[in-house]
């Protein structure tokens, strides 16, 4: 049925460690032939043996538009036209910086004053965690257990995504005094992080946080969370790194910290990181925050950070189009899919009596098996994971594309139209029933 992936997977694990170049791509967790894809437009991807499936995947993050954007297609292919790399800067740098620092705004408050682009999530946190050490001449970081801010090293202490995927506690390979600069504390727990913070609060330079972990399955903050872990921060002459890599520009136009102004929930995190919609589903994110934590960067200050392709022509080309498009009116429409679904799964598990909570924040929801939402890492790795197995092959067959691990978020596009999400609904109670 699958001969050509099948193919292909074999091949690929001859010349590719696993197959595949980011780990949860492999369908390790819930086994099988990964799908490897041709194509991908609007809400739809096609594989290598021509079928198409709904796609909840969205590139994990980037594609909020859907996939294939004509608008965004046509902007990457006008700045090829005019070079693929420069290695100079440009204007259209310039015009994207202004963008991610308007949008992030609540009321008169602007806390990205300036905007360093480079090209990966991980960068992107690695250099926000290097400036805050840098700042404030400290070494420690507290980071929370379950989520995920890429691979550099001392963030993979007790990560979310691919490395809850595969059970591993962190990785191997990070040399023991680099994971000893991190402390991972449990999420929502406020008095781990005052305890922390008693007793190493002279040494903490950053307190890294997902603005809304999804990384671990859903998991939002409790509220006032992250407003008292910016107030605790603050207190201790931390500073405080918000992660909007996976929320940023995906659940409202400010990211989910807009969310939360707009909820009342009044907290300024000091540096700011963004990536996949940021960049429309080119390589491209970046860091933001205080002009004085900022300014601390090279070649304006002594923290260095440097990229051959940061601020790349192509990737800056599709980051304006993307989020020139991304009109409140495309948030509304991703957030009424992300309801139908979200609900649509709920009530298709409740009938097939498969005990489950959906958690969600903002448009991101995902499943978890387990009578209530989890709060925290411990907590999301007590549920009944196996049950994703049947549960996400059943939707395959049906031709929707899922995360590949329930510890994933799950992603709708402002592209999901009524029949995209026809076929999402149509096969969520067979599924259901797959799990039970
Ligand atoms: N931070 C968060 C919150 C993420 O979700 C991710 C990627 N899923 C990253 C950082 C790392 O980004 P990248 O994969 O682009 O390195």
Not at 127 to 143: C, F, P
Not at 386 to 394: D, E, G, K, L
């Amino acid at each position: 049925m699958t001969d050509r992936n099948e193919q292909l997977f074999a091949h690929a694990r001859q010349v590719i460690p696993g197959g595949v170049n980011s780990p949860v791509r492999a369908y390790g967790s819930v086994g099988g032939t990964p799908r490897f894809v041709t194509a991908a437009r609007g809400p739809y991807i096609t594989d290598a043996d021509g079928r198409e499936y709904v796609d909840l995947v969205a590139s994990w993050g980037p594609a909020l538009l859907g996939h294939a954007h004509p608008e965004v297609v046509a902007a990457v292919q006008q700045a090829a036209s005019r070079g693929l790399s420069f290695g100079a800067p440009t204007g259209a740098e310039v015009e994207l910086a202004d963008l991610i620092a308007a949008r992030v705004a609540a009321g008169d408050r602007r806390p990205v004053q300036r905007v360093r682009l480079v090209s990966t999530g991980t960068e992107a946190t690695m250099t926000a965690i290097r400036l805050a050490r840098g700042y404030t001449g400290r070494d420690l970081l507290i980071k929370f257990a379950g989520h995920y801010h890429g691979h550099s090293d001392g963030l993979l202490a007790a990560a979310g995504s691919g490395v809850a995927t595969l059970a591993l506690p962190g990785s191997a390979g990070v040399p023991a005094p680099i994971a000893a600069q991190t402390l991972v504390l449990p999420y929502n727990d406020l008095a781990a992080v005052e305890e922390a913070f008693e007793l190493h609060g002279d040494r903490i330079a950053a307190v890294i946080v997902e603005a809304a972990a999804a990384n671990m399955g859903v998991v939002p903050p409790l509220p006032g969370f992250n407003a008292a872990l910016t107030a605790l921060a603050h207190d201790h002459g931390a500073l405080l790194i918000i992660d909007e890599v996976l929320t940023g520009f995906r659940v409202h136009p400010a990211g989910f910290w807009g969310l939360q102004q707009q909820a009342g929930e009044d907290y300024t995190p000091d540096l700011f990181t963004f990536g996949k919609v940021v960049g429309g589903g080119m390589p491209l994110a970046a860091l933001g925050g205080r002009a004085d934590v900022m300014d601390m960067l090279a070649p304006v200050g002594p923290v260095y950070q440097a990229g051959t392709l940061s601020g790349n022509p192509l990737s800056v080309a599709a980051g304006i189009a993307t989020l020139q498009l991304a009109t409140p009116e495309v948030y509304a429409r991703v957030d009424a899919a992300a309801s139908i679904v979200a609900d649509a799964l709920d009530a298709a598990l409740t009938d097939a009596g498969v005990v489950h909570a959906v958690p969600r924040a903002g448009s991101l929801f995902g499943v978890a098996f387990l009578p209530e939402a989890p709060r925290s890492y411990a907590e999301a790795l007590q549920q009944q994971a196996a049950r994703y197995t049947p549960f996400f092959h059943a939707m395959l067959d049906a031709g929707v594309s899922l995360p590949p691990s329930v510890y994933e978020a799950w992603f709708l596009t402002a592209a999901h139209d009524d029949a995209a999400l026809a076929r999402v609904l149509d096969a969520l109670p067979a599924a259901a029933r797959a799990a039970a």
